[in-house]
């Protein structure tokens, strides 16, 4: 750069907004990309993992603010492009920030080129998608908060740009925001709009909420939320006219001002490629299985940071055999949306046994077909963005002519359920073949592909002028080939070895001859000219090769301008096949994952089976041989199986002790894992599985501190718990691992037996917890519907042997001091630690010793007071009253009750 422009940066740069630092600025230099800054150091140590890349200014861009200025500020990070593409994707996809880009236009003014946010990526599509698919969903929630009749109503829009999707929903909430928080886990929404000019204090707790799932918040102005022009907005943007008779505005006010800010903040109305392309629905949460943003960790269905390359570590990793991006992305959001109903649950079930069971025909959709399958919801954007090429066309066309091959494949099944195929899958695709044969034709007629320049061109054939040209062309590549024979003899070298006949782009058609040969050409430079030396040889031409050149040049770029002409029509009328290429990518995204499905399940250690499915209200829920899917395909693990039977009539809570790292915590787990995935339509590892559906799935497991926001172990855990009581049902499943940490022991197991005894008595749900708290298990002997069960271990010479098994039964140990044997504790600290428990075991049995006899003293006195209004001692003479009272009392020392006699002799001192 010169100075000048030097110095327009500078200027430029200084006058940015401040941004926050889960954004990062990056600046286009026409050959690379540079960030400066915070941002710089970043990049360094995130993406570079070294300090080395960085370097320093030798003007500071910062010295214009000299006051606040550190040599940080002048650090600055150079990107290659492919280094600026796969930083873009994990800045945007992993690490959930956002990105601007900033470039100059023609004067060299600097000016932002684009944005994006994890849930707004439409700026960066092909950046992302230029080297790899894009698995994840853009997803964009927009939330307006009111309060009616002390009620909590909540008015709710997300758009999903990667499939053309807009929705709204309303519905009332509790004080814990259970509801929105099962919409956040359903839509998997990667960031929030929320308006900024509101001191409501329940935006402040719905804030909190929102942070604490991990959510990105993005506060805009209110005018934003006004539906004022929303008709007229949807008017451009839906595929059939809205009008307000037809749009949910009267019943979905609140919501709909979210749908306009969700408009306004991506920019919809600003291309001229979203007009007439989106689809409107109303979300129903009913419709599928209610998670909390804790039961979504618990179950671990997503992969976390610490999962790293191992895909299985979670269900949506382990599921995930998909041969498209389509289908990947299908997946991500079917794994939240569990199913409620019965029917659609078994027609799921029934298409992945069919892919279970014909081996040949899950393998050959999925190795022959799914993998060749380009993203076509891509496709069409470009198309519908007029950015797309011959080669979109192109690769358009191979799908629809795989479409036959397919459904002869799908129709070659004879499973008893290849009606359900034909419904779902092979109906839908004929008739899309169907609508596809007018555009096969036109490509096949018009276009042809080039291996060796790996280019689509318009057929000359196609077009007689085009035709005429080409001839031309043809004609003078043959003079020039002639041409090779005459250099040869004049030169005395064999053609097409030591002389040869090439094309460049910059040179056109010349000849070459090797530096060993050079002195040939030397000998008769007259008549040849040398156009460049390398050291692969000279190249050089002569007279007739250049006017022959000419010729070509003018040829070609006459047929190029032709040819551009022909290829815009025919990407036109291509781009009239939108609608059904998202109707294809959606079937064959849907085919992708129910064939994923099988293939997980048949591939596992022990082959999944199919479980039978119950109505919701059933009340049953047995597992047979049941273990965790995630964990039993890890290396060098024998998973243990264990069973569960759960009836409402006869045990539905049930307690798990046991020795720490006995495997309580991945019982309860996987027994939520199993039911989730049989409400998926999965398979499920198991032996046999009978599975009532349930309306919601909710954990309390492995709080922890949330220093940043505030909040401590216990309170993390208890706002959790408080959520679970507020929003469970009697059809919930409640997974409940160490709840009262944090807390004194008294108050840990006060605060364990009031929710225990909650639960059974009035939410009666489903309810699987495991404590430490070996007195919790006494609840059983209140309510018969709960059970005690345990993680069996043995214990010899002093050694720990895990035997991951559950058995009836409670366990009276938790084997601490084993377990930190296990982890190589100083034989010194575990001396001390044996000492110390047997003296806390010692004072705790003379503890419950003192308080068993108080309470058998404090029943005593109540017989004793009734024993006296019995008899009427009140009633009786003053000889009468002393002489029963005194046989009362001596049968009352007589048993000897160490609380009463310290009463009585208390009493006898004074």
């Not at 800054?37 to 603010?65: N, P």
């Not at 007259?526 to 250049?546: A, D, I, M, P």
């Not at 597992?623 to 009539?649: A, T, W, Y």
Request: with cysteine; proline share 3%; glycine share 4%.
């Amino acid at each position: 750069m010169t100075e000048i422009q030097d110095s327009k940066f500078e200027k430029f740069f200084s006058r940015l907004p401040e941004k926050s630092h889960a954004c990062v600025r990056f600046f286009f230099r026409n050959d690379y990309y540079s960030v400066y800054g915070k941002d710089a150091i970043f990049i360094a140590q995130k993406f570079y993992h070294t300090m080395a890349v960085v370097k320093y200014l030798e003007r500071s861009i910062s010295s214009f603010d000299e006051k606040n200025y550190s040599k940080e500020d002048d650090a600055f990070v150079n990107l290659s492009f492919l280094m600026f593409e796969s930083t873009l994707r994990e800045l945007l996809l992993s690490f959930q920030y956002r990105v601007e880009v900033y470039g100059r236009d023609k004067n060299y003014n600097w000016k932002l080129l684009k944005k994006g946010s994890p849930g707004n990526l439409q700026a960066f599509e092909d950046d992302l998608a230029r080297n790899s698919e894009i698995s994840t969903s853009p997803i964009v929630l927009s939330l307006n908060l009111t309060v009616i009749n002390n009620q909590k109503c909540i008015g709710a829009a997300f758009s999903d740009t990667s499939s053309g999707k807009l929705a709204v929903c309303e519905f009332t909430d509790n004080d814990h925001f259970s509801n929105l928080e099962a919409l956040h886990v359903q839509i998997n929404a990667k960031e929030c709009l929320l308006y900024s000019e509101d001191s409501n204090p329940d935006k402040h707790k719905l804030i909190k909420i929102l942070q604490r799932s991990g959510l990105m918040i993005t506060f805009r102005k209110k005018e934003e939320f006004s539906n004022k022009n929303i008709v007229q907005d949807l008017n451009r943007l839906l595929k059939l006219n809205a009008s307000s008779a037809t749009l949910p505005e009267t019943q979905l006010k609140s919501a709909m001002c979210s749908l306009a800010a969700v408009i306004n903040y991506l920019e919809l109305l600003s291309d001229d490629s979203n007009f007439y392309q989106f689809e409107l629905s109303t979300f129903d949460l009913n419709l599928y299985m209610r998670l909390d943003t804790a039961a979504s960790k618990a179950l671990n269905l997503t992969p976390s940071p610490l999962s790293g390359s191992n895909k299985s570590m979670s269900l949506t990793g382990l599921l995930d055999r998909c041969k498209t991006g389509q289908g990947r992305r299908l997946l991500e959001r079917l794994v939240k949306q569990p199913l409620l109903d019965v029917a659609k649950i078994e027609e799921r079930q029934n298409l992945v046994e069919l892919f279970v069971e014909d081996t040949i025909l899950r393998q050959t959709m999925q190795e022959e077909h799914l993998k060749k399958v380009p993203d076509l919801y891509r496709i069409a954007r470009r198309f519908l963005r007029k950015q797309a090429s011959l080669l979109d066309c192109l690769r358009l066309k191979e799908v629809v002519a795989r479409l036959p091959a397919l459904l002869e494949v799908l129709n070659s099944c004879a499973s008893p359920n290849k009606f359900v195929l034909d419904e779902v899958f092979s109906s839908p695709l004929k008739e899309l073949k169907v609508d596809f044969e007018k555009f096969v034709e036109l490509i096949e007629t018009t276009l042809e592909y080039d291996e060796g320049e790996h280019e689509v061109y318009i057929k000359p054939s196609y077009d007689e002028d085009l035709w005429a040209i080409r001839t031309s062309m043809e004609d003078i590549k043959t003079q020039i080939s002639k041409q090779l024979q005459n250099v040869a003899s004049e030169l005395g070298l064999i053609p097409d070895k030591t002389l040869k006949l090439e094309h460049a782009a910059h040179l056109g058609f010349f000849f070459r001859v090797t530096l060993k040969d050079e002195k040939v050409l030397r000998a008769q430079k007259y008549k040849f000219h040398t156009l460049e030396t390398q050291k692969n040889g000279v190249r050089f031409t002569n007279n007739v090769v250049s006017t022959l050149n000419e010729n070509y040049k003018a040829l070609k770029s006459n047929y190029d301008e032709k040819q551009s002409v022909l290829a815009q029509e025919v990407i036109k009328v291509a781009g009239g096949y939108c609608e059904p290429m998202i109707s294809l990518n959606e079937v064959i995204a849907y085919l992708d994952v129910l064939l994923s499905f099988a293939d997980a399940s048949v591939n596992a250690p022990i082959p999944h089976v199919r479980p039978k499915i119950l109505p919701i209200g059933s009340g049953i829920i047995t597992l047979e041989g049941s273990r965790h899917p995630c964990l039993e395909v890890q290396d060098d693990v024998q998973f243990i199986p264990n069973d569960l039977f759960l009836s409402k009539n006869d045990t539905c809570f049930v307690i798990i002790t046991g020795p720490n790292m006995g495997g309580k915590s991945t019982y309860i787990r996987q027994v939520g894992v199993i039911v989730l995935m049989a409400q998926l339509g999965c398979f499920v590892p198991c032996t046999r599985a009978v599975i009532t559906v349930i309306d919601c799935i909710h954990a309390r497991v492995g709080a922890g501190d949330n220093q940043l926001r505030g909040v401590s172990t216990l309170m993390a855990e208890l706002l959790e718990t408080a959520s679970i009581l507020k929003s469970a049902t009697e059809n919930s499943l409640l997974i409940i691992d160490e709840l009262g940490r944090g807390t004194s022991t008294y108050d840990g197991f006060g605060l364990a037996w009031a929710i225990s005894e909650y639960i059974l008595k009035d939410l009666n749900s489903f309810c699987l917890f495991a404590t430490h708290f070996h007195e919790l298990t006494a609840i059983s002997n209140d309510y018969p519907r709960a059970s005690n069960f345990h993680v069996t271990a043995l214990t010899t010479d002093n050694k720990l042997t895990l035997l991951y098994r559950v058995k009836p039964g409670s366990c009276d140990q938790s084997f601490g001091i084993h377990v930190a044997e296990l982890a190589n504790f100083p034989p010194d600290v575990l001396q001390m630690a044996k000492r110390k428990a047997a003296e806390l075991e010692e004072f705790s049995s003379l503890n419950n010793e003192n308080g068993q006899e108080q309470l058998e003293g404090e029943k005593l006195i109540d017989d004793f007071l009734k024993e006296v209004i019995e008899r009427r001692i009140m009633e009786m003479n003053e000889n009468e009253a002393i002489t029963s009272l005194n046989e009362m009392k001596r049968n009352l020392l007589l048993k000897n009750n160490i609380y009463v006699n310290s009463i009585i002799n208390s009493v006898q001192n004074k």
